[in-house]
Antibody, heavy 119, light 107 residues
Framework: EVQLVESGGGLVQPGGSLRLSCSAS????????IHWVRQAPGKGLEYVSA????????YYADSVKGRFTISRDNFQNTLYLQMTSLRPEDTAVYHC????????????WGQGTLVTVSS | IVMTQSPATLSVSPGERATLSCRAS??????LAWFQHKPGQAPRLLIY???TRVTGIPARFSGSGSGTEFTLTISSLQSEDFAIYYC??????????FGQGTKLEIK
């Protein structure tokens, strides 16, 4: 059974940092691109960042570029999102999401971890 | 690519049919997925390739369309179907985009 379990969320002050983790199981982690997708309170789903299978290629939404860093450890089957210079508008539930294959859609989501940026 | 869903909220009685729409700002061929999202849960993939139902998804869920116009139909609503539904285009990895969602509520 495919499982994606996020952790690391919490309350942080504006300008602060936080590192999210996503532990994966039930599939060959190193064979699939993975995304971070967030949902702000009362809002829809927003693409945040993506990483290729090897980690050699990364992508970011304009809203987080230069502040967030995505990475992965294919030996530990874990995805990370290092978030710095956090803003109140970064408040959201952050989901890690598996891509079904090259050119494919999202097929499995984690339940998400809540990040709250507030003083 | 901008995805637009309509309506924002749909009120339907159990047992009735629900029809949800999704429009792409440019052609995405059949690279369209539908997700169901309930509060506190992980979103669940229902349909991919615009019309292919994921294994285990009830046959009352069906998808149609191609190019820029897509539809998700739930033929006979059950209580567990009331949720928010999102469409997503996956034409240009990694910049997949979502519609803003349709909230399906009990009438």
């Amino acid at each position: 059974e495919v499982q994606l379990v996020e952790s690391g969320g919490g309350l942080v002050q504006p300008g602060g940092s936080l590192r999210l983790s996503c532990s994966a199981s039930g599939f060959t982690f190193s064979s699939y691109a993975i995304h971070w997708v967030r949902q702000a309170p009362g809002k829809g789903l927003e693409y945040v960042s993506a990483i290729s299978t090897t980690g050699s290629t990364t992508y970011y939404a304009d809203s987080v570029k230069g502040r967030f860093t995505i990475s992965r450890d294919n030996f530990q089957n874990t995805l990370y999102l290092q978030m710095t210079s956090l803003r109140p508008e970064d408040t959201a539930v952050y989901h890690c999401v598996k891509v079904s294959g090259a050119g494919g859609c999202f097929d499995y989501w984690g339940q998400g971890t809540l990040v709250t940026v507030s003083s | 690519i901008v995805m637009t869903q309509s309506p924002a909220t749909l009120s339907v009685s159990p047992g009735e049919r629900a029809t949800l729409s999704c429009r792409a700002s440019q052609s995405i061929s059949s690279n369209l997925a539908w997700f169901q999202h309930k509060p506190g849960q992980a979103p669940r993939l229902l349909i991919y390739g615009a019309s292919t139902r994921v294994t285990g998804i009830p046959a009352r869920f069906s998808g149609s369309g191609s190019g820029t116009e897509f539809t998700l139909t739930i033929s006979s609503l059950q209580s567990e179907d009331f949720a928010i539904y999102y469409c997503q285009q996956y034409t240009n990895w990694p910049r997949y985009t979502f519609g803003q969602g349709t909230k399906l509520e009990i009438k």
